[in-house]
């Protein structure tokens, strides 16, 4: 039988509804959400809101104008450089009708929604393989070869999690304005390496657009939340390609109210920081191949000799363990599985079932 991988993870309701397990029973490491739960003050938030049908009845500000506020004061810049819908495809989609882009540059592998986005624009993209020994890093000097109107990109990658460091990615965001470039930066999972955003660089990169990410790194996925960073132009032409009410009233006040939360994102980076370091580890003893990434999830390959479906879905079955299965990752090697990070007590659990199913592989 063939195995039919969820295209996005956080699927563990239906994989489970598929394997004849119980739900309860499974530990997802698919879906890279912060283990330490949504701050407490986006509960509050909500719970209060939810005491009278306000938030229901009335219908959202068709400017978000808190919300733009909220955000552009988290990345300090003007509200006026925020546009804002609900998650990063809306945005990439209306970006691609907003601007006069015909063709795109697009490193692989790469998040999955990128080239459908791109196909249903009819934009024509050309491929740029990265490669597994390098560590997925960037070239520049290969990107820039060939004349694009667009580059479509994210840093830390996806699904790597290499990160692009400032002088370097400065670097290529030159070369490409130079050659007239726009640059479509997905920063989804940047908040665990925010010294490295080129948010500050916006006034020098006028043709950069940056996507950004709440919901995953506050633990509110459910709640469907993304923004723009461009300049005040482009944020207009984007928002007339956008429906009216993108976001409703809960999510705004979720996003809000975790966006004050310093304290929990400056304990998220350092929790995150030494459980990927310690999970890294665990996996290079045994031989998994992980890649060093700088986010909350590894990237690993398993030995040449394991088929890797029927290894996902003995984890699945055996285990109770949700990996990322990458084979639907184009233009990366076969034989890749993903880990979320999560905390010590699950990050063990994980490295256990490996080296259990590793063992009967």
């Known amino acids: 039988m063939i195995v039919q991988f969820p295209i996005h993870g956080g699927q563990a309701g239906s994989l ?27 509960l509050k938030a909500l719970h209060a809101n939810l005491r009278d049908a306000t938030s229901l009845i009335h219908y959202p500000d068709l400017q978000h104008v808190s919300l733009r506020r909220a955000i552009a004061a988290s990345v300090s810049v003007d509200p006026s450089r925020i546009s804002i819908a609900n998650g990063f495809v809306p945005l990439l989609e209306a970006v691609l009708r907003a601007l006069p882009i015909r063709s795109c540059l697009l490193p692989m592998p790469a998040f999955n929604e990128y080239q459908p986005a791109l196909l249903r624009a009819r934009i024509h993209f050309s491929p740029c393989c990265l490669r597994a020994q390098s560590g997925f890093q960037y070239d520049i000097q290969e990107m820039m070869s060939a004349s694009h109107e667009a580059v479509l990109f994210a840093n830390p990658q996806n699904p790597s999690g290499a990160l692009t460091r400032a002088e370097q990615m400065i670097e290529l965001l030159e070369a490409a304005t130079n050659k007239g470039m726009y640059i479509l930066l997905d920063e989804a999972f940047i908040d665990y390496a925010p010294e490295h955003s080129m948010v500050p660089l916006l006034e020098r990169f006028p043709r950069m657009i940056l996507f950004r990410s709440v919901t995953k790194f506050y633990a509110i996925p459910g709640m469907r939340i993304a923004y723009c960073v461009a300049h005040a132009d482009v944020i207009k032409m984007l928002n007339e390609n ?62 040449k000799h394991i088929k890797p479906a029927a290894f996902w879905e003995s984890m699945i079955v055996n285990h109770k363990i949700v990996l990322r299965s990458c084979e639907n990752y184009s233009h990366l090697p076969t034989g890749h599985l993903r880990a979320a990070v999560r905390d010590d007590g699950d990050n063990d659990r994980l490295l256990q079932a490996l080296s259990g199913q590793l063992s009967d592989s």
């Open 16 to 42: 489970a509804e598929h394997y004849k397990v119980d739900r309860a029973t499974l530990l997802d490491f698919s879906a890279n959400v912060n283990p330490e739960g949504p701050p407490a003050s986006v």
């Open 242 to 303: 956008l429906p009216p009410w993108p976001v409703d009233n809960l999510a705004s006040i979720a996003v809000q109210a975790a966006l004050q939360e310093e304290e929990y994102a400056d304990r998220t980076r350092r929790l995150n920081h030494d459980r990927r370091r310690r999970l890294l580890e665990g996996l290079e003893t045994l031989e998994l191949q992980p890649y060093p990434g700088a986010a909350n999830f590894l990237l690993f390959r398993l030995p």
